[in-house]
């Protein structure tokens, strides 16, 4: 192919790693915005003219070492990730586009001669069919979620994901050895391709499932004991029921007349102290829930918190499983919990809104503008009065968006002061 030609294709293998790695990054195509748009064409204009000179050079036979430095530079200049992130979307971005890129040759192959697959046109009429592909595994393939099992340090994902690479680039070192002898074998490839993504699929697939049950283990483990002091309480205010059951049938004994029973019954029950903070719990459905809130309650006590639970969704049924439930609850009570307000109060809300669950966490605050409340989602952001507002939000939103659940924050007074409420809405 002539310069020109070879830059066309480059082009084209570099519009598909922006499809690609677009999704795998989460950016949504952000990095299209006012003031860079000139950067980002003079980028995909200026990186295949490079590609197409480089091939005509003496070292053309490795084309694929100096083509992998400036798919990582440009993934780098896309996204401004940190140098392992770079990498690790540029080696799954790889992964993807080398077996569409296999499959939709060993068609070509299957349609027409080798000799004329190697021509330039041969090369429009394979791009016709890839690029198609990949906007379909941009739109309806969650890839974002590979990158975050890498980041959340998964040994089995991410072992896999290097032995799919490390396999599929050798394929392509072969390609740029002898085109036509990679094209001969590309049925066999081809299988081989689907095959190593089929295995890899159902050891990834037992692997996540494994970390799952481990996940929901840890928290069972973490919270069956404070379930079992829940219980506990319960005997003993059943014990004390029972006493008091006991005192309620002796007034009547001896009491003389009904005015006289009527009044000890109003000045004995005005006198008991009613935990209806433990009543309600006890009737939560998610008994982790209740034991992880139960151990929430002491914790205020001890803080000094006004913690108060309402709850009306007793049910609380939603997709996320149990310990995403407690990371999202957990973080929104600890961020509630660690602001510097003196005589901080804290209302927690659980009901039911529409066909949606709702979570609302308040807690007594002075008033924050709302262009500061738009920030706190931001990965890192923090303010002094909000000490876990960061990362932590960041993660729970993550989560929420997952299960297609919405988070938003706001300002609200009540009783003549103002409350910071985090409301969570789950399917």
């Known amino acids: 192919m002539s ?36 950067n980002f064409f003079l980028i995909i204009c200026i990186l295949p003219l490079i590609m197409g000179l480089m091939q005509k050079t003496d070292f053309d036979k490795y084309s694929y070492i100096y083509g992998a430095i ?52 041969g090369g429009i009429l394979a791009q016709s069919l890839i690029v198609p592909s990949f ?19 998964n040994r089995v994902f991410t072992g896999l994901m290097l032995s799919m690479f490390i396999i599929l680039t050798s394929f392509l070192v072969y390609r740029y050895i002898t085109m036509e002898g990679l094209l001969k074998d590309i049925l066999i490839i081809a299988i081989l391709t689907i095959g190593l993504l089929f295995v890899n699929l159902v050891v990834v697939k037992n ?14 483990k973490k919270y069956f004991p404070v379930i079992n002091e829940l ?14 059951i006991q005192a309620i049938n002796m007034i009547t004994i001896t009491s003389t007349d009904y005015d006289s029973i009527v009044n000890s019954m109003k000045n004995y029950i005005n006198d008991l102290e009613i935990d209806s903070e433990f ?19 002491k914790k205020a006590k001890e803080y000094d918190i006004d913690f108060q639970i309402e709850i009306q969704d007793y049910e ?13 609850i957990g973080n929104l009570i600890d961020n509630a919990f660690e602001t510097e307000v003196k005589n901080n109060k804290v209302i927690l809300s659980l009901e039911k809104e529409k066909s949606m669950s709702a979570i609302e966490i308040k807690n007594l ?41 919405l988070i938003s924050v706001q300002n609200q007074s009540l009783d003549g002061s103002n409350y910071i409420v985090f409301k969570v809405l789950l399917v």
């Open 135 to 153: 906007l379909l595994i941009n739109k309806y393939i969650s890839l974002n979620y590979l990158l975050e099992y890498i980041n959340k340090k």
């Open 365 to 405: 605050h002075s008033y924050i503008d709302i262009n500061t409340l738009s920030k706190f989602f931001n990965p890192g952001y923090s303010t002094k009065l909000n000490k876990g507002h960061g990362n932590g939000l960041t993660n729970i939103k993550k989560i929420i968006s997952k299960n297609h659940g």
């Open 279 to 297: 009543n309600k719990l006890i009737k939560l459905d998610n008994k982790i829930l209740a034991g992880f809130l139960y151990q929430k309650t």
């Open 316 to 328: 609380l049924k939603t997709n996320l499983k149990d310990y995403e439930l407690i990371e999202v």
């Open 207 to 220: 692997g996540l499932r494994n970390e799952y049950e481990e996940k929901m283990l840890d928290t069972y």
């Open 231 to 244: 219980m506990k309480e319960l005997r003993s205010k059943q014990h004390e029921f029972d006493n008091h």
């Open 3 to 38: 310069i020109i030609e070879t830059a066309i294709m480059s082009l084209f293998d570099l519009f598909g790693v922006l499809i690609i790695s677009n999704k795998i990054a989460n950016d949504k195509f952000n990095f299209i915005k006012k003031g860079k748009k000139l």
């Open 70 to 121: 400036v798919t990582i530079f440009f993934i780098y200049l896309l996204y401004k990730k940190n140098f392992i992130e770079t990498v690790y979307i540029y080696i799954i971005c790889t992964i993807i586009i080398l077996i569409v890129q296999f499959l939709v040759l060993a068609v070509l192959v299957a349609l027409f001669d080798i000799e004329e697959v190697l021509t330039f046109r």
